[in-house]
Protein backbone atom coordinates (compact mmCIF):
# COMPACT_ATOMS: atom_id res chain seq x y z
CA UNK A 1 0.00 0.00 0.00
CA UNK A 2 0.82 3.63 -0.84
CA UNK A 3 2.17 5.57 2.30
CA UNK A 4 2.63 9.38 2.19
CA UNK A 5 4.08 11.35 4.35
CA UNK A 6 4.19 14.85 4.83
CA UNK A 7 6.45 17.17 6.20
CA UNK A 8 6.40 19.04 7.98
CA UNK A 9 3.87 17.80 10.45
CA UNK A 10 3.29 21.42 12.22
CA UNK A 11 4.16 24.71 10.08
CA UNK A 12 4.15 28.57 11.84
CA UNK A 13 3.87 31.25 9.81
CA UNK A 14 4.12 34.91 9.52
CA UNK A 15 1.33 36.40 7.17
CA UNK A 16 2.49 37.88 4.06
CA UNK A 17 5.34 35.29 3.89
CA UNK A 18 5.58 32.01 1.90
CA UNK A 19 5.15 28.52 2.81
CA UNK A 20 5.13 25.04 1.54
CA UNK A 21 4.72 21.40 2.56
CA UNK A 22 6.33 18.39 1.31
CA UNK A 23 4.25 15.45 0.30
CA UNK A 24 6.78 12.47 -0.47
CA UNK A 25 5.09 8.87 -1.73
CA UNK A 26 6.31 5.23 -0.83
CA UNK A 27 5.84 4.43 -4.84
CA UNK A 28 5.18 6.46 -7.83
CA UNK A 29 2.16 7.91 -7.90
CA UNK A 30 1.98 7.91 -11.89
CA UNK A 31 -0.99 5.91 -12.99
CA UNK A 32 -1.04 3.68 -15.64
CA UNK A 33 -2.89 5.65 -17.71
CA UNK A 34 0.08 8.37 -17.05
CA UNK A 35 -2.05 11.04 -15.06
CA UNK A 36 -1.09 11.27 -11.33
CA UNK A 37 -3.63 11.18 -8.75
CA UNK A 38 -2.37 13.30 -6.04
CA UNK A 39 -4.76 15.75 -4.50
CA UNK A 40 -4.50 18.63 -1.47
CA UNK A 41 -7.33 19.32 0.39
CA UNK A 42 -7.85 22.44 3.25
CA UNK A 43 -9.81 21.90 6.54
CA UNK A 44 -10.47 24.56 8.83
CA UNK A 45 -11.03 23.98 12.73
CA UNK A 46 -14.81 22.63 13.26
CA UNK A 47 -15.61 22.57 9.11
CA UNK A 48 -15.51 19.74 6.60
CA UNK A 49 -12.41 19.54 4.52
CA UNK A 50 -12.05 21.66 0.91
CA UNK A 51 -10.13 20.62 -2.05
CA UNK A 52 -7.48 22.90 -2.78
CA UNK A 53 -5.77 21.30 -5.72
CA UNK A 54 -6.27 18.02 -7.58
CA UNK A 55 -3.90 15.82 -10.07
CA UNK A 56 -1.18 17.55 -9.08
CA UNK A 57 -1.34 21.09 -10.01
CA UNK A 58 -4.77 22.14 -11.10
CA UNK A 59 -6.47 24.82 -8.54
CA UNK A 60 -10.33 24.31 -7.66
CA UNK A 61 -12.75 27.27 -8.98
CA UNK A 62 -12.57 29.71 -6.14
CA UNK A 63 -9.14 29.07 -4.91
CA UNK A 64 -7.13 32.01 -4.70
CA UNK A 65 -3.94 32.15 -7.63
CA UNK A 66 -1.91 32.25 -4.07
CA UNK A 67 -1.91 28.40 -3.81
CA UNK A 68 -0.14 26.07 -5.84
CA UNK A 69 0.61 22.91 -6.27
CA UNK A 70 3.94 20.90 -7.98
CA UNK A 71 5.53 18.05 -8.57
CA UNK A 72 5.73 14.15 -9.94
CA UNK A 73 6.67 10.68 -9.39
CA UNK A 74 6.98 10.56 -5.96
CA UNK A 75 7.65 14.13 -4.44
CA UNK A 76 5.05 16.70 -4.04
CA UNK A 77 4.93 20.53 -2.71
CA UNK A 78 1.94 23.02 -2.22
CA UNK A 79 2.38 26.28 -1.71
CA UNK A 80 0.65 29.19 -0.51
CA UNK A 81 2.97 32.74 -1.60
CA UNK A 82 1.82 34.85 0.58
CA UNK A 83 -0.29 33.29 3.93
CA UNK A 84 -3.06 35.25 4.94
CA UNK A 85 -5.37 34.85 8.40
CA UNK A 86 -7.90 32.67 6.38
CA UNK A 87 -5.34 29.90 5.36
CA UNK A 88 -5.00 28.32 9.25
CA UNK A 89 -5.84 24.38 9.29
CA UNK A 90 -4.94 21.52 8.27
CA UNK A 91 -3.78 20.63 4.85
CA UNK A 92 -3.73 16.64 3.64
CA UNK A 93 -2.15 15.27 0.63
CA UNK A 94 -4.17 12.17 -0.67
CA UNK A 95 -3.96 9.82 -3.48
CA UNK A 96 -5.79 7.21 -5.23
CA UNK A 97 -6.94 4.90 -4.12
CA UNK A 98 -7.65 5.85 -0.80
CA UNK A 99 -4.17 6.80 1.26
CA UNK A 100 -4.13 10.58 3.02
CA UNK A 101 -0.92 12.23 4.09
CA UNK A 102 -1.04 12.63 7.99
CA UNK A 103 -1.70 16.22 7.76
CA UNK A 104 0.19 19.35 8.11
CA UNK A 105 -0.98 22.45 11.05
CA UNK A 106 -0.74 25.38 9.21
CA UNK A 107 -0.73 28.39 12.03
CA UNK A 108 0.01 31.98 12.12
CA UNK A 109 3.39 32.93 14.51
CA UNK B 1 -26.57 24.48 -4.12
CA UNK B 2 -25.00 21.42 -4.64
CA UNK B 3 -24.46 19.58 -1.15
CA UNK B 4 -24.71 17.27 0.89
CA UNK B 5 -26.74 16.81 3.58
CA UNK B 6 -25.67 13.65 6.51
CA UNK B 7 -28.30 12.31 9.02
CA UNK B 8 -27.98 9.45 11.50
CA UNK B 9 -25.17 9.22 13.74
CA UNK B 10 -24.92 9.48 17.60
CA UNK B 11 -23.96 7.62 20.79
CA UNK B 12 -24.16 3.80 20.49
CA UNK B 13 -22.78 0.87 22.75
CA UNK B 14 -19.96 -1.37 21.78
CA UNK B 15 -20.95 -4.36 19.58
CA UNK B 16 -23.81 -1.96 18.39
CA UNK B 17 -25.57 -0.61 14.89
CA UNK B 18 -26.10 2.63 13.28
CA UNK B 19 -27.01 3.41 10.11
CA UNK B 20 -25.54 7.35 8.49
CA UNK B 21 -27.46 8.47 5.85
CA UNK B 22 -26.47 11.34 3.16
CA UNK B 23 -29.11 13.16 0.91
CA UNK B 24 -27.47 15.09 -2.52
CA UNK B 25 -29.06 17.31 -4.16
CA UNK B 26 -27.81 20.23 -7.06
CA UNK B 27 -25.66 17.49 -9.27
CA UNK B 28 -26.04 14.24 -11.35
CA UNK B 29 -25.92 11.91 -8.07
CA UNK B 30 -26.76 8.87 -10.05
CA UNK B 31 -23.24 9.23 -12.17
CA UNK B 32 -21.13 9.81 -8.77
CA UNK B 33 -18.92 7.51 -7.43
CA UNK B 34 -19.67 8.36 -3.30
CA UNK B 35 -17.35 7.64 -0.69
CA UNK B 36 -17.25 7.93 3.34
CA UNK B 37 -14.31 9.53 5.20
CA UNK B 38 -13.54 9.53 8.54
CA UNK B 39 -11.90 11.49 11.32
CA UNK B 40 -11.16 9.87 14.76
CA UNK B 41 -11.48 12.89 17.29
CA UNK B 42 -7.85 14.89 16.84
CA UNK B 43 -6.78 12.39 14.22
CA UNK B 44 -6.60 12.63 10.35
CA UNK B 45 -8.63 11.72 7.57
CA UNK B 46 -9.34 8.38 6.83
CA UNK B 47 -10.61 6.56 3.85
CA UNK B 48 -13.21 3.99 5.11
CA UNK B 49 -15.66 2.93 1.64
CA UNK B 50 -16.93 3.82 -1.50
CA UNK B 51 -19.30 2.55 -4.30
CA UNK B 52 -20.10 2.97 -7.44
CA UNK B 53 -22.92 5.10 -9.47
CA UNK B 54 -24.89 1.71 -10.13
CA UNK B 55 -24.09 0.35 -6.81
CA UNK B 56 -22.88 -3.12 -7.84
CA UNK B 57 -19.04 -1.96 -6.80
CA UNK B 58 -18.03 -1.92 -3.79
CA UNK B 59 -15.02 -1.20 -1.49
CA UNK B 60 -14.20 -1.37 1.67
CA UNK B 61 -11.03 -0.28 4.11
CA UNK B 62 -9.56 -3.69 6.23
CA UNK B 63 -10.71 -2.97 9.35
CA UNK B 64 -14.73 -2.52 8.64
CA UNK B 65 -14.94 -4.74 6.10
CA UNK B 66 -17.53 -7.68 7.20
CA UNK B 67 -18.78 -5.10 9.82
CA UNK B 68 -19.82 -2.09 7.35
CA UNK B 69 -22.05 -2.13 4.01
CA UNK B 70 -22.00 0.91 1.80
CA UNK B 71 -25.34 1.23 -0.71
CA UNK B 72 -27.55 4.00 -2.49
CA UNK B 73 -30.90 4.40 -3.51
CA UNK B 74 -30.37 6.43 -6.52
CA UNK B 75 -34.23 7.04 -6.75
CA UNK B 76 -33.72 9.09 -3.76
CA UNK B 77 -30.55 10.44 -4.23
CA UNK B 78 -29.09 9.33 -0.83
CA UNK B 79 -25.93 6.97 0.23
CA UNK B 80 -25.75 4.64 2.93
CA UNK B 81 -23.34 3.60 5.83
CA UNK B 82 -24.55 0.56 8.08
CA UNK B 83 -22.09 -0.15 10.62
CA UNK B 84 -22.49 -3.14 12.27
CA UNK B 85 -20.77 -4.53 15.62
CA UNK B 86 -18.99 -0.98 16.03
CA UNK B 87 -16.01 -0.90 18.29
CA UNK B 88 -14.30 2.06 20.29
CA UNK B 89 -12.33 2.86 17.91
CA UNK B 90 -14.69 3.49 15.24
CA UNK B 91 -15.45 6.82 17.01
CA UNK B 92 -15.24 9.78 14.52
CA UNK B 93 -16.96 12.37 13.03
CA UNK B 94 -18.22 10.05 9.45
CA UNK B 95 -18.08 12.39 6.30
CA UNK B 96 -19.73 11.21 2.91
CA UNK B 97 -18.07 12.77 -0.46
CA UNK B 98 -18.44 12.94 -4.32
CA UNK B 99 -15.76 11.30 -5.70
CA UNK B 100 -15.51 12.42 -9.80
CA UNK B 101 -12.71 10.63 -10.29
CA UNK B 102 -9.84 8.50 -8.68
CA UNK B 103 -10.41 9.83 -5.55
CA UNK B 104 -10.43 13.62 -6.17
CA UNK B 105 -13.02 14.31 -3.80
CA UNK B 106 -14.81 17.83 -4.55
CA UNK B 107 -18.01 17.95 -2.57
CA UNK B 108 -18.36 17.12 1.11
CA UNK B 109 -20.97 16.56 3.54
CA UNK B 110 -21.15 18.25 6.84
CA UNK B 111 -19.86 14.89 8.95
CA UNK B 112 -21.53 13.07 11.42
CA UNK B 113 -20.16 12.09 14.93
CA UNK B 114 -20.25 9.00 15.86
CA UNK B 115 -19.55 7.66 19.48
CA UNK B 116 -18.84 3.90 20.51
CA UNK B 117 -18.90 3.97 24.26
CA UNK B 118 -20.15 1.99 26.88
Known amino acids: DVVLTQSPLSL ?24 TYLHWFHQRPGQSPRRLIYK ?4 DSGVPDRFSGSGSGTDFTLTISRVEA ?24 | ?13 PGGSLRLSCTSSGFTFTSSW ?21 GDD ?3 MDSVRGRFIISRD ?7 LQMNNLRPEDTAV ?25
Request: with cysteine; glycine share 10%.
Open chain 1, 56 to 59: VSNR
Open chain 2, 94 to 118: YYCARNPEFSAFDIWGHGTLVTVSS
Open chain 1, 12 to 35: PVTLGQPASISCSSSQSLVHNNGN
Open chain 2, 74 to 80: NAQNSLY
Open chain 2, 1 to 13: DVQLVQSGGGVVQ
Open chain 1, 86 to 109: EDIGIYYCMSWPSTFGQGTKVEIK
Open chain 2, 58 to 60: KYY
Open chain 2, 34 to 54: MDWVRQAPGKGLEWVANINPD
